[in-house]
T-cell receptor, first 111, second 115 residues
């Protein structure tokens, strides 16, 4: 069974601070996705990383896929209240299309 | 175009009753997925469809759970003889096709409460 552990589980920070969320597994994934979910809504895809060592930037968000394709990180620079939400990583094991979701990181950014 | 829609948005049922949850995927998406999410946690895979067939049912928790898809479009997830541990948000997603890093588009979910 493939498992994805995220840390931290909860994060409460003030506007303007930087933060990093980690997604770790003992399994190798062919690709990894990051989603953000707001209350009462389904997750929305932020990015997909497919190459070991890949780094993708999306405005203030930087995503990295580990060299061994077992782990990933999400770094947010100068967090804003609009970044508040549940962040989920999800790995594609390469068989069929079943995604394995991480345990989630709940981020709250206050003024 | 319209996104993934789910109905009902909320369902409260008594233990032992059957419930049906509906998912309307994005038009033209051949793959459809069902997940379960408990208390703001990560998502638990239940089943996915490619067209009307379900190649992977491995995530269904018990034989009380079943799902079908008709016409390559609408899907229904049925839970028979509901139990309190079935309480969760049930999310549906669709993608252009199965396999590969295709983006999955999620619906808003159905919040099921079993009393």
């Amino acid at each position: 069974t493939q498992l994805l552990e995220q840390s931290p589980q909860f994060l409460s920070i003030q506007e303007g601070e930087n933060l990093t969320v980690y997604c770790n597994s003992s399994s190798v994934f062919s690709s990894l996705q990051w989603y953000r979910q707001e209350p009462g809504e389904g997750p929305v895809l932020l990015v997909t990383v497919v190459t070991g060592g890949e780094v993708k930037k999306l405005k203030r968000l930087t995503f990295q896929f580990g060299d061994a394709r077992k782990d990933s990180s999400l770094h947010i620079t100068a967090a804003q209240p609009g970044d508040t939400g549940l962040y989920l990583c999800a790995g594609d094991g390469g068989t069929a299309s079943k995604l394995t979701f991480g345990t989630g990181t709940r981020l709250q950014v206050t003024l | 175009g319209a996104g993934v829609s789910q109905s009902p948005s909320n369902k409260v049922t008594e233990k032992g009753k059957d419930v049906e949850l509906r998912c309307d995927p994005i038009s033209g998406h051949t793959a459809l997925y069902w997940y379960r999410q408990s208390l703001g946690q990560g998502l638990e895979f239940l089943i996915y469809f490619q067209g009307n067939s379900a190649p992977d049912k491995s995530g269904l928790p018990s034989d009380r759970f079943s799902a079908e898809r008709t016409g390559g479009s609408v899907s229904t997830l049925t839970i028979q003889r509901t139990q309190q541990e079935d309480s969760a948000v049930y999310l549906c997603a669709s993608s252009l096709a199965a396999g590969g890093p295709y983006e999955q588009y999620f619906g808003p979910g159905t919040r099921l409460t079993v009393t």
